[in-house]
């Protein structure tokens, strides 16, 4: 069964920090690019961030370059996202997905196989 479970997510201060993990399982993660969303309520799904099979070229919404990174860990399966730094307006569902494509795309179409999101609340 393929599943892939993101987790990390809760409720921090603004300027604060928070490591998102996606693990997936039933399928390898090597033959994939991944990426990560995000959807605000009232809001389309976004791109956030993704990075391709190699882990050596990785792409960022302007909304959240210099402040995250993404990351992953073929061994295990996993893809992180260390969020840094972060605002009131980082405030959503967060979702890991994978891409078959050979490219590092910013599209949601691109994307094959997607977790079940992983909620992220920044307030004071």
């Known amino acids: 069964q393929v599943q892939f479970v993101a987790s990390g997510g809760g409720s921090v201060q603004p300027g604060g920090s928070l490591r998102l993990s996606c693990a997936a399982s039933g399928f390898s993660l090597d033959d994939y690019a991944v990426g990560w969303f995000r959807q605000a309520p009232g809001k389309e799904r976004e791109f956030v961030a993704a990075?391709?099979?190699?882990?050596?070229?990785?792409r960022y919404a302007d909304s959240v370059k210099g402040r995250f990174t993404i990351t992953r860990d073929n061994a295990k399966n996993t893809v992180y996202l260390q969020m840094s730094s972060l605002k009131p307006e980082d405030t959503a569902i967060y979702y890991c997905a994978a891409s078959s494509d050979i490219n590092v795309r910013i599209g949601l179409g691109w994307y094959n196989a997607w977790g079940q999101g992983t909620q992220v609340t920044v307030s004071s």
């Open positions: 990075l391709s099979r190699s882990g050596l070229t990785p």
